[in-house]
């Protein structure tokens, strides 16, 4: 087995070359784009963001997943110095991260730490009641997954923790060492789509009579310990996705702050979704679908009811992509994290 030494975020550690230990995207990982020291996350689809997303030039944008910055950035790029950005983020090392890479641009941009599920009281609280644009880059960053005492990742030895925001009392450990039986299948099979979730489960439990199951290695261990070596990595990933979208509630929050967008834009406001999973996407799609057109209980309706003001009040977003854009061979060549990336537009009516 080849190790090769690589810079991460400010950390050396070394990467281990073999496709069955780390997983494929690790190792193509070694062979495309690393986070240089200092890099925090690389932003995936930001042309495509920021030209479906400034409208106005002079307007009011919604970072709510700001991150290292990436994306708030070449959004504050694009617009004139009347122009600004409010970036949100549950995460303390990103606002931080966010806040020095953003420097240049101090006097356009307010970086608040928040739940982007109260997106509406965060920005009333800095004065603005609509915006023009509102984003969501959804999951978690390059930074929360590579660094090892954040516990979000099993090819690193940490804490079962996978908080974004780490003041929050309930993390990973809480959900494997106390869940039952029946809660763990569930998320697993719910948040992972996993087929072995009752073989994990009663894994989970068996293992924990023992010894608590306190670091991330050791729930990898658990889970390796009982499904075929060929489903391994992908098990394993599915099960740590399941386990940090229970932490983090992040469909729900995905749910209610849609719905918090919608309400915000400004007509013609445009709002931006990026997803990484089909869970996420669906949600997305959804809600999209659901508000961009006549529900379809009442389509049977004869023409003037159905063309009422009421009925059509219910629509309140225009769809600009009917299908989601997916990254190209050289973007997903160029960035790991963008090959399961699904963005998709619409517009406030
Ligand atoms: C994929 S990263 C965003 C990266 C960012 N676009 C950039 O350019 O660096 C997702 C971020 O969303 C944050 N996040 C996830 N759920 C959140 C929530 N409910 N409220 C606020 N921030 C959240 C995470 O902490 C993480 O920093």
């Given at each position: 087995m080849e190790t090769s030494t690589q810079i991460c975020v400010g950390v050396t550690f070394n990467i281990l070359s073999n496709d069955s230990i780390l997983g494929k995207g690790?190792?193509?990982?070694?062979?495309s784009k690393v986070l240089k020291s200092g890099e925090f996350h690389f932003p995936v689809f930001v042309d495509e963001v920021v030209n479906s997303l400034v409208i106005n030039p002079d307007g009011i944008y919604l970072d709510a997943t700001v991150g290292g910055g990436g994306h708030s950035k070449a959004i504050l790029q694009r617009l004139s110095p009347k122009?600004?950005?409010?970036?949100?983020?549950?995460?303390?090392?990103?606002?931080?991260?966010?806040?020095?890479?953003?420097?240049?641009f101090q006097n356009q941009v307010i970086l608040r730490k928040g739940n982007f599920k109260f997106l509406r009281e965060i920005l009333e609280a800095e004065g603005i009641d609509s915006v023009d644009g509102v984003l969501f880059d959804l999951g978690v960053s390059s930074h929360q997954l590579d660094t090892d005492y954040r516990g979000f990742s099993y090819l690193r030895d940490g804490p079962l923790d996978m908080r974004m925001n780490r003041e929050q009392k309930k993390g990973a450990f809480h959900v494997v060492n106390s869940y039952s039986f029946s809660e763990l299948k569930r998320i697993f099979l719910q948040y992972g789509e996993e087929r072995h979730a009752a073989k994990i489960a009663r894994a989970i439990i068996h293992a924990r009579t023992r010894q608590q199951i306190d670091s991330t290695l050791k729930l990898?261990?658990?889970?390796?310990?009982?499904?075929?070596?060929?489903?391994?990595?992908?098990?394993?990933?599915?099960?740590?996705?399941?386990?940090?979208?229970?932490?983090?509630?992040?469909?729900?929050?995905?749910?209610?702050?849609?719905?918090e967008a919608v309400e915000v834009l400004k007509p013609a406001g445009r709002l931006v979704v990026i997803s990484y999973h089909s869970l996420e996407d669906r949600i997305v799609k959804i809600f999209f679908r659901e508000n961009s057109k006549i529900p379809t209980s009442l389509t049977g309706l004869p023409i003037d009811e159905y063309d009422s003001k009421?009925?059509?009040?219910?629509?309140?977003?225009?769809l600009i992509t009917?299908?989601?854009?997916?990254?190209?061979?050289?973007?997903?060549?160029?960035?790991?994290?963008?090959?399961?990336?699904?963005?998709?537009?619409?517009?406030?009516?």
């Open positions: 690790f190792y193509q990982l070694t062979q122009g600004r950005v409010i970036g949100i983020d549950l995460d303390d090392e990103a606002l931080e991260y966010a806040k020095q890479g953003l420097r240049e990898a261990e658990v889970i390796r310990s009982c499904i075929p070596a060929s489903y391994v990595n992908k098990t394993l990933s599915r099960i740590f996705q399941a386990i940090r979208i229970e932490v983090n509630e992040e469909l729900t929050n995905l749910r209610l702050a849609l719905e009421s009925n059509q009040q219910r629509i309140r977003l225009k009917k299908k989601p854009i997916t990254p190209s061979d050289e973007q997903k060549r160029y960035n790991i994290r963008i090959r399961s990336a699904k963005m998709r537009i619409c517009e406030r009516l």
